[in-house]
Nanobody, 120 residues
Framework: QVQLVESGGGLVQAGGSLRLSCAASGRTSGTYVTAWFRQAPGKEREFVAGIRNGGSTYHADSVKGRFTISRDNAKSTVYLQMNSLKPEDTADYYC??????????????WGQGTQVTVSS
């Protein structure tokens, strides 16, 4: 089993920045992709960004150029640096991990989420 704990959410003004953290524990050697998803009220959950163990990354078009996913293997932590935040970025952000290399498809492990609110 893998446990994921997110932190770093909060309230920020439009144009501001936040950094989310996802700390992993447990059998992390079996996970190959860690990703961030978000779900806004009344909307479906959407993929934001992902990172493979080898370091390759993928960012959704909606956040490309503003958000950056990274990882610190020594700390078993994945980060999401969010810059130039917009009100439409307001959502609950979730960290997820899976035991395959594909960006899409089902994720095996999920965190509890952290709330991000961007005021205009």
């Amino acid at each position: 089993q893998v446990q994921l704990v997110e932190s770093g959410g909060g309230l920020v003004q439009a144009g501001g920045s936040l950094r989310l953290s996802c700390a992993a524990s447990g059998r992390t050697s079996g996970t190959y992709v860690t990703a961030w998803f978000r779900q806004a009220p009344g909307k479906e959950r959407e993929f934001v960004a992902g990172i493979r163990n080898g370091g390759s990354t993928y960012h959704a078009d909606s956040v490309k150029g503003r958000f950056t996913i990274s990882r610190d293997n020594a700390k078993s932590t994945v980060y999401l640096q969010m810059n130039s935040l917009k009100p439409e970025d307001t959502a609950d952000y979730y960290c997820a991990a899976k035991s395959s290399n594909a960006w899409d498809g089902a994720y095996d492990y999920w965190g509890q989420g952290t709330q991000v609110t961007v005021s205009s």
